[in-house]
């Protein structure tokens, strides 16, 4: 396990600083490499906080094979022995990907939101409760505000990275706090994949923006150009929410195909060891579905008969 974990976690940490810079190479070559930045410089410099937790939490909990299918299969250990994360192989599929996420991230936002993208439908949208005299609030086709989009846009693509990567999910219990005095205590039955993800990253990434935005307002530094920013991007334009709820989901479609088409032409040896145990686990369901059917017909039979002998 924990060689498959560290794997992971390292080649999600290039994978995610690949594709945040790549998205600001790309955006150089428009503004002649004059070295000006997509993101805000705080956006920036956030990204290690905000995609963190959840790396951490698949480093921590995340299993390949349970506990007694690897006791009754030592051969899995060939695996880390192999090497068979760090390969060639592996590292194509992961440096195609960035690539493939760092052009759906930037071509898939950018020109909808820059060229023409920009113009706001005023009134009728997000914006038909706002006072008519400030009609330039809508528009959104600068680099802040577009760059705004892309960092949101990755942030969400990257959560579903992590999802997808991981081969366990941790679900908890609900509720994780009970009056029950069972040894299980609460730190036991969190849910940490779905912690790490929704509230770890995504939510404190829009509890971030929204701090950060109000920050500036103090007086002129370095965070003033951010001021309502999170307001100007989520609250006036609809565009910009489409953007963010499509656009990951369309980098996943290629690392689905990616994964799948690995898995059923050019599967490993652990992927094929995770392939048995999930049919060794659908036959053990399957059995005890198929005794139980036959112990309630044996019930009813039984039933029936005592009835027999009343009469």
Known sequence: WDFFRLSTV???SFYKNAVQAGIMVIFNF???FSGQPFFDQWLIASLNFVCGAPIIFTGLFDRCLSKDYVREHPEVYKATRENEMITIRTLTRWCTLAIIHICTLF???VPPSMEGGGMTS???GLMRNDPESRPGDGEGGDWRSVGTVVFTSMVILLAYKVLYESRSLVHGRWPAITCSKANDNFVNRLAYTWIGVTWLSVGFY???IAAYQLVGRVGASTLAPFVDMANHVMGTRSINWMLIFFVPIMGMV???VFK????MFYPTETQIHMEIEA???RDRKRAARAAERAGSVSERVESAENVNEEV
């Not at 799948?260 to 898995?263: D, G, K, Q």
């Open 10 to 12: 390292v080649l999600y």
């Open 30 to 32: 428009g503004t002649i």
């Open 107 to 109: 071509f898939f936002i």
């Open 122 to 124: 005023a009134f009728s």
């Open 206 to 208: 829009f509890i971030f």
């Open 254 to 256: 290629f690392d689905v």
């Open 260 to 263: 799948v088409f690995s898995n």
């Open 279 to 281: 049919m060794q686990k």
